[in-house]
């Protein structure tokens, strides 16, 4: 039984490529794997139903007419009704630089055609699964000012709000759980990406960088050739 069955039957997907081969293929398999699926043919459409249709997750061409894949997913990423919105990548693209550049603006995953649609499926499932299996969804850090709420996914520094996408949060979160300890980029990708994941060790230091952007140096500290640690004096 798939993911979707097994836990949230009415799971929404929302497919947008430019190739209608594509999303076709795309289509008749997750229907098959019981999801509730859209589709659109370019960035601009996509969003427009991305914000009716509100989608658990979307699959995301990089490369598409009237409005690509990147800014599409960066306007995605600033509306606060999608900003926990799963955005898996699709793309002929391989070079390194757009795997970067994708997971910048807060991508979860990234594939590169041709699709394998039981890979996909595998990929897609592989997030759903984590989402159900995490625990104490209520739980509260607070520490040097900062505070993150995690069943609300919120943060506030100073009682003042600090917007984060969920990779970005959940990698806060997890780091400010075990303050002073040294996390190797390798461990937080298999915690926060998961082991079915493939993508960099790079986008962990992105993602670090873009934290540290908006709660100052101070929180998260680089062991050089070691990894990262939250520390709980924050300077």
């Known amino acids: 039984m798939s993911a979707a069955k097994a836990t949230q039957p009415a799971q929404k997907i929302l497919v947008v490529d430019d190739d209608e081969d594509i999303v076709e293929l795309l289509e008749y398999n997750l229907e098959k794997e019981g999801y509730e699926v859209k589709t659109a043919l370019d960035g601009k459409k996509g969003l427009k139903i991305a914000r009716e249709f509100r989608p658990d997750l979307i699959l995301l061409d990089?490369?598409?007419?009237?409005?690509?894949?990147?800014?599409?997913?960066?306007?995605?990423?600033?509306?606060?009704?999608?900003r926990d919105t799963y955005i898996l990548f699709l793309t002929a693209r391989s070079e390194e630089y757009s795997e970067i550049a994708a997971f910048e603006i807060g991508a979860d995953d990234y594939i590169t055609k041709p699709i394998k649609?039981?890979?996909?499926?595998?990929?897609?499932n592989a997030l759903f699964r984590r989402e159900a299996q995490k625990s104490d969804p209520g739980e509260l850090i607070e520490i040097a000012g900062l505070s993150i709420d995690r069943k609300n996914y919120t943060v506030t520094q100073?009682?003042?709000?600090?917007?984060?996408p969920k990779k970005e949060f959940e990698l806060l979160f997890f780091?400010?759980?075990?303050?002073?300890?040294?996390?190797?980029?390798?461990?937080?990708?298999?915690?926060?990406w998961g082991a079915d994941i493939y993508v960099l060790e790079r986008t962990v230091d992105v993602h670090i960088r873009k934290l540290r952007e908006k709660l100052g140096e101070g929180f998260i500290k680089t062991l050089k050739g070691v990894g990262y640690m939250f520390t709980d004096q924050a300077e």
């Open 158 to 164: 100073n009682g003042k709000s600090v917007i984060l």
């Open 175 to 192: 780091l400010a759980q075990s303050p002073n300890k040294v996390f190797s980029r390798e461990e937080l990708l298999q915690k926060i």
């Open 62 to 82: 990089i490369m598409m007419p009237r409005q690509d894949g990147i800014e599409t997913a960066r306007m995605i990423r600033d509306d606060s009704d999608l």
């Open 117 to 124: 649609p039981r890979a996909l499926m595998s990929r897609i």
